[in-house]
């Protein structure tokens, strides 16, 4: 399983980016596409996540109701559209996948390399 992420870059405080992460490679049906992200000098943090078969997501606190993750299944892509950005998003975004059904914050096995976003004030 191969992962590309993209649509990151510049934006103003206030501003919008859609992340893409397509999935390449070996799947199957039923997967979970996480989203994280980490500033310089930070841990890498958990950002949301989509389970493909059921549609759940859940969202950490500190981007509900700003962002929201969806999924095109026959692009095999997940979205991860930010609005209402803040300097503090800024860090590189990656997307992660898991086997499995139920998102959750941790157990990912494949990475993406990450897209830098850079929020200005």
């Known amino acids: 399983v191969q992962l590309q992420a993209s649509g990151g870059g510049l934006v103003q405080a206030g501003g919008s980016l859609r992340l893409s992460c397509a999935v390449f490679?070996?799947?199957?049906?039923?997967?979970?596409m996480g989203w994280f992200r980490q500033a310089p000098g930070k841990e890498r943090e958990f950002v949301g996540a989509?389970?493909?078969?059921?549609?759940?997501?859940i969202y950490a606190g500190a981007v509900k109701g700003r962002f929201t993750i969806s999924g095109d299944s026959a692009k095999n892509t997940v979205y991860l559209q930010m609005n209402s950005l803040k300097p503090e998003d800024t860090a590189v975004y990656y997307c992660?996948?898991?086997?499995?059904?139920?998102?959750?914050?941790?157990?990912?096995?494949?990475w993406g390399q990450g897209t830098q976003v850079t929020v200005s004030s």
């Open positions: 490679g070996r799947t199957v049906r039923n997967y979970v």
């Open positions: 989509i389970s493909t078969s059921s549609g759940l997501i």
């Open positions: 992660a996948f898991k086997y499995g059904v139920t998102p959750q914050r941790t157990g990912y096995d494949f």
